[in-house]
């Protein structure tokens, strides 16, 4: 198993530039989320996915697009990057149930200029 | 509004030494309480976790102690090793099992 699978590892952006963030994994978990994590801040909740078709917004989604047309791959999109932007996202994974562990893949660091 | 408050920031202990880290929360629905570890260019991953219906639960050098009515819990790294150095993460969550994070503590363990 490779687990949560995030590319690339690091990007350079400028402003107004858009990109996809992917993420995949390989355990057939249902749940996947983004986060984002910024200095100070914690882990901020993008966007997460109960399923296959089904998506939501957490508590920072503006700028992002999700969609999850597999159980595998939940990408995440950024339609106009902006230096706020600059943060490094990671993807999770758990399956349902009571308290599963959610699995995190290595991040993405993004740098947007 | 934070629902879920860690403290310390930062904390740097002696090898062989007790780290100690705390988290409060707000909201009573929540019923499961997890502790992340990361280290620096990872991301986080589960260390240890409990329910609401035992006061404590150990795992190795790690314990985690929980008080229902004062709504707090904490970890504990007994014999703290440099190996432990890492962020710490508490979170929380209810029925909808999305997870209310705290900020992070950075722990540094001196050898």
């Known amino acids: 198993n490779a687990g949560v699978t995030q590319t690339p590892k690091f990007q350079v952006l400028k402003t107004g530039q858009s990109m996809t963030l992917q993420c995949a994994q390989d355990?057939?978990?249902?749940?996947m989320s983004w986060y984002r994590q910024d200095p100070g801040m914690g882990l901020r909740l993008i966007h997460y996915?109960?399923?296959?078709?089904?998506?939501d917004q957490g508590e920072v989604p503006n700028g992002y697009n999700v969609s999850r047309s597999t159980t595998e791959d939940f990408p995440l999109r950024l339609l106009s990057a902006a230096p706020s932007q600059t943060s490094v996202y990671f993807c999770?994974?758990?399956?349902?149930?009571?308290?599963?562990?959610?699995?995190f893949g290595p991040g993405t660091r993004l740098t947007v200029l | 509004q934070q629902q879920v408050k860690q403290s310390p920031q930062s904390l740097i202990v002696q090898k062989g030494g007790i780290s100690i880290i705390n988290c409060a929360y707000e909201?009573?629905?929540?019923?499961?309480f997890p502790w992340y570890q990361q280290f620096p260019g990872k991301g986080p991953a589960l260390l240890i976790a409990?329910?609401?219906d035992v006061s404590e639960k150990k795992e190795g050098r790690f314990t985690i102690s929980f008080n229902k009515s004062a709504k707090q819990f904490s970890l504990h790294i007994m014999d703290s090793q440099p190996g432990d150095s890492a962020t710490y993460f508490c979170?929380?969550?209810?029925?909808?099992?999305?997870?209310?994070w705290g900020l992070g503590t950075s722990l540094a363990v001196n050898p």
């Open positions: 999770a994974s758990r399956s349902s149930g009571l308290g599963d562990e959610q699995f």
């Open positions: 355990m057939n978990h249902e749940y």
């Open positions: 996915s109960v399923g296959a078709g089904i998506t």
């Open positions: 909201n009573t629905a929540f019923d499961y």
């Open positions: 409990i329910r609401p």
């Open positions: 979170a929380a969550s209810h029925w909808d099992r999305k997870l209310i």
